[in-house]
């Protein structure tokens, strides 16, 4: 023990100096005119050492191993802050507090001052931000491939209970995890023409000669795993111009002019578009995913031949997941760059291609759904417009030659689409041109089998699989919330952090220790009370711990039923002022999420939400019973402080539309009971926690489906329910907004007229369902101990599962050493 005491001495003394060295001449300054970000950029540095030397050791066992490699496309990975997770993985985390603690400087301030990288909209970006770490820890040899945006998701400020976008600017002090690589830099075309050259024999050659040139250049992030078993790369793109200024125009006196080129190339890789869950379908969306899809697959195929591979070996060496269809014009892309470039013959290169390719989807709304018009593609791709075209008669032909002549067949899976003025449809060439197409919960996976890709399904029925998600125990558990984490430690034991999958199991049995549950509850009330620290700082609003924390956090989206879950504010609201003989449980309603910019329907229900929270929270009658915050600028590290500190939460989508949700995991990984339709990922939740230790409510996906073939007017339902008609009355009346009375009158009659999504339908089930949750609060022997089977039956959600199951079943590759 003495020893180990020393060495822990050591390194502490040993990692402090490295600090004032980056300190001094990294960052030029001393300790006593260093500033808290002074402080945290020489930290993140002397980290940054410690991963680079892993990373070394990671890459040269890649190539000696000659390991099959993954790369993970997406247009989106939303990080968040990176000294904990990296020095946590790195186990470095008590060295450097220790260290600073030493230096007389508060680790928790210089953490705060990371900026979130927030290159992502929601859960998609954060699916892949969580799978890149699991790559890392289970050992398998990674690359994610995206776009070094310039400007994040926006921050959001709310001004007077409406959401405003403000610029988000996370590399204004610059970013020091990253390593910028202008030595790795990639050509990227748009537009031009398509030579046909005489080629070998009968077969003619193309040539794409596009008329506009950018230049990729390559960001490398080191991103490691747990206990460093393994540091992979993140490699985001920067667009630049090929030329910084045309000389020529500016001596002219053209000083515009002479820049326009550079900022046109240069807003490629500007700005996140902030749409989720719908389509973007604008140029510059297309030009993005063009720019990162080709300046990967260039610098994959190089690696690939680098290693004295054959272009033939490519599947056997590299497996390529695609994000969603955002890029799924890499089906087009690698088949030019096989053909025209590597002179592949082409059904040897479609060969290669499919076998290369899989693909995720995430979302089977028909507004998310990418196509795009054949008149722009043809314009600013026109080669892979053409290899579109091939792609999609050669998969005809082969149809026909196996007798299927069905119309509607071939229509529905054609690449192109001819009723809405043609346009190619992004998620049919994403299927084509991958070998395995997955869906993200068992229950959408299902769906997607009956409805997007029904009939690709029937052509092809061994490729749709489902990999359920899972999110990262290592950020959303041990960082997030230490506390909770040295508790189950105590219980379980220290394997607990190397094997939570199984270990989290040995802890059922303290669901039934009365010692325990208290434990368990005093360390809630802590986190509890540090959310309301931060909501007290920041909004100026006292919350009362002892209050259920009832929280829904996620983007604001009708489908998502925000609106039911105010809906039931409102109606309780009014329940509790009306009968307030009645024992009822006290609550804190919270809310936290971004809005599309464009999406009025979102932006509005944020104003209805802030406007209820300010009448709410000033009626003295409630007696403090009730409170509602919508906190605002929801992103990474907030979730990190919410989440720890829920007792309740709401994953109430309309059932069949939420294709996982992966905060619902989040939350019961850390205790929370979850009130929620059994959608996405909920249902396998409620296989593995227990239906008992969940409020489960509302119709099922088949209900919904048979429910909306009627009409959906909701005067029926209404008419049934007297506390809903009275919820909805006040809303639309103005008692919330008596400033504008009108203000939810559109909102409400909406609602009546078309409830798309069914949620006057589902109310009576929910309000029934959070009276039982009242009830199970009341008594906390059973609340507890329902909690804590939460947490111990939450390990099968661990993105290390998931991503095992990708690696076995679809990429077919092992760690590193197995
Ligand atoms: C699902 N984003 C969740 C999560 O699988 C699921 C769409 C278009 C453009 C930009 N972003 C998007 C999504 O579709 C998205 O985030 N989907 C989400 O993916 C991970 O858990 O249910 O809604």
């Avoid at 030397?53 to 939303?78: G, I, N, P, T």
């Avoid at 053909?339 to 899989?358: G, I, M, N, P, Q």
């Avoid at 992103?635 to 919410?642: D, F, G, T």
Wanted: glycine share 6%.
């Amino acid at each position: 023990m003495a020893e180990e005491a020393a060495k822990a001495t050591d390194h502490v003394e040993t990692f402090k100096q490295l600090i004032l060295a980056k300190l001094r001449y990294a960052v030029g300054k001393d300790p006593g005119n260093a500033f808290d970000h002074d402080w945290f950029e020489a930290v993140a540095l002397a980290a940054r050492d410690h991963l680079v030397d892993h990373w070394e050791d990671a890459s040269l066992q890649v190539d000696r191993q000659d390991q099959k490699r993954v790369y993970y496309l997406s247009l989106e990975f939303l990080i968040g802050r990176l000294l904990v997770d990296n020095l946590s993985n790195l186990g470095l985390l008590d060295t450097a507090r220790e260290a600073l603690s030493q230096l007389g400087v508060d680790f928790e301030q210089i953490r705060d001052m990371e900026p979130d990288a927030a290159l992502g909209n929601g859960g998609l970006g954060r699916l892949a931000a969580c799978f890149m770490e699991s790559m890392a820890s289970l050992n398998i040899a990674a690359h994610g491939y995206g776009i070094r945006y310039e400007h994040g998701l926006f921050r959001q400020v709310v001004v007077d209970g409406w959401q405003q976008e403000h610029t988000e600017t996370w590399l204004d002090f610059g970013n020091p995890w990253e390593f910028e690589r202008p030595e790795v830099s990639y050509r990227i075309g748009f537009g031009g023409s398509v030579a046909n050259l005489a080629g070998s024999g009968e077969v003619p050659r193309h040539e794409w000669l596009p008329n506009e040139q950018i230049r990729a250049i390559a960001y490398d992030t080191p991103v490691v795993g747990w206990r460093h078993s393994s540091v992979n790369t993140l490699r985001l793109w920067r667009a630049r111009a090929e030329e910084d200024l045309k000389l020529e125009r500016f001596n002219a006196g053209d000083h515009f002019g002479a820049v326009a080129d550079v900022v046109k190339a240069e807003s490629i890789s500007r700005v996140l578009y902030p749409a989720d869950s719908t389509e973007a379908g604008q140029e510059l969306r297309l030009r993005q995913e063009f720019f990162f899809v080709s300046a990967s697959l260039q610098d994959l195929i190089a690696r690939h031949l680098e290693l004295n591979l054959d272009i033939h070996s490519l599947p056997d060496r590299v497996a390529i997941q695609l994000n969603d269809t955002h890029p799924a014009i890499a089906v087009a892309e690698l088949m030019r760059l096989l053909v025209d470039v590597y002179r592949l013959e082409w059904f040897e290169a479609w060969k290669l291609t499919v076998a290369t390719l899989s693909y995720t989807n995430h979302t089977l709304l028909p507004e998310a759904l990418e196509s795009w018009p054949v008149s722009l593609m043809e314009r600013l791709l026109p080669r892979h417009m053409q290899i579109i075209y091939l792609i999609n008669a050669y998969h005809i032909d082969s149809l026909r030659a196996k007798e299927i002549h069905d119309f509607e067949l071939l229509r529905s899976i054609s690449l192109i689409d001819e009723d809405n003025g043609r346009r190619v449809r992004m998620g049919n060439l994403a299927f084509l041109g991958s070998h395995s197409i997955n869906g993200v919960s068992s229950l959408h996976t299902n769906l997607m089998r009956k409805s997007v890709f029904s009939d690709f399904h029937r052509l092809y029925p061994e490729r749709i699989n489902n990999k359920t998600n899972g999110v990262t125990f290592r950020r959303w558990l041990y960082q997030s919330n230490p506390q909770l984490t040295e508790l189950l430690v105590g219980a379980v034991g220290d394997e607990l952090l190397d094997n939570p999958e199984a270990t989290l199991r040995k802890l059922e049995p303290f669901a039934a220790k009365a010692s325990f549950r208290k434990q368990f509850a005093a360390q809630r009330q802590h986190a509890k009370r540090e959310l309301a620290e931060l909501v007290r700082e920041r909004m100026g609003i006292s919350l009362d711990t002892q209050a259920i924390f009832d929280v829904q956090v996620k983007r604001i989206h009708e489908y998502k039923r925000q609106l039911l879950n105010l809906l039931h504010t409102v109606a309780l609201y009014q329940a509790m002022r009306n009968d307030p003989a009645t024992d009822w449980a006290p609550r804190v309603k919270i809310f936290a999420g971004k809005a599309a910019a464009s999406y009025h329907q979102a932006k509005l229900i944020i104003k209805l939400a802030n406007d209820i929270s300010r009448t709410i929270n000033v009626d003295p009658t409630l007696r403090g019973l009730l409170k509602v915050v919508f906190i605002p600028n929801y992103n990474v590290s907030l979730a990190e402080v919410i989440i720890p500190a829920a007792d309740l939460s709401e994953q109430i989508s309309t059932a069949g539309l939420e294709a996982s949700g992966t905060s619902n995991m989040k939350f019961a990984l850390n205790g929370a009971l979850t009130i929620g339709t059994l959608d996405g990922a909920n249902v396998e939740m409620s296989e593995q926690i227990g239906r008992e230790n969940m409020f489960i409510f509302g119709m099922t996906a088949q209900q919904v489906a048979a429910r909306s073939r009627r009409d959906l007017n909701m005067s029926a339902e209404v008419a049934a329910s007297e506390r809903l008609a009275g919820a909805l009355e006040a809303i639309r009346s103005g008692v919330f907004s008596p400033d504008d009375p009108g203000r939810y009158v559109g909102l409400i009659d909406g609602l009546l007229a078309h409830d798309r999504f069914l949620v006057c339908a589902d109310f009576q089930a929910y309000w029934d369902a959070q009276r039982k949750v009242d009830m199970l609060w009341r008594t906390p022997d059973r609340w507890w101990q329902a909690a804590v089977l939460n947490t111990a039956r939450t390990g099968w959600f661990s993105s290390d599962r998931t991503i095992r199951e990708y690696a076995k079943d679809i990429w077919k590759v092992g760690g590193i050493g197995d």
